[in-house]
């Protein structure tokens, strides 16, 4: 389509920070029409990252906070059941 006018969109919004191109000139595919301004985006990214840091330390505190009951969990019934097999383990728990 040679001398074709065609409109472009983009699937960014944005400040345009500098334009290449004026209407009416002649661009080839691929050509760089525009520049946006980053900053908007790159804060929104940075402040994503930081979600995404607290939201894998909280996991992981979840985690060691569960494993840690468990493991309590375990040794207390580990120990109720040694009670009830060991006469001296039950005086003992009870001193």
Known sequence: ???AQVNVGSSASGVVMH???RIGDR????QLLAVLDSRELTARRDADV??????KA????????????????QRRH???RVGRWHPAYAVAEQQ
């Not at 930081?50 to 939201?55: G, N, P, R, S, V």
């Open 78 to 80: 580990c120990a109720e």
């Open 27 to 30: 661009v080839q595919k691929g």
């Open 58 to 73: 909280n996991l992981n505190y979840a985690q060691t906070t569960y494993d840690a009951s468990r493991n309590s969990t």
């Open 19 to 21: 334009l290449y191109v």
């Open 1 to 3: 389509m040679v001398g």
């Open 50 to 55: 930081a979600a995404l840091q607290l939201a």
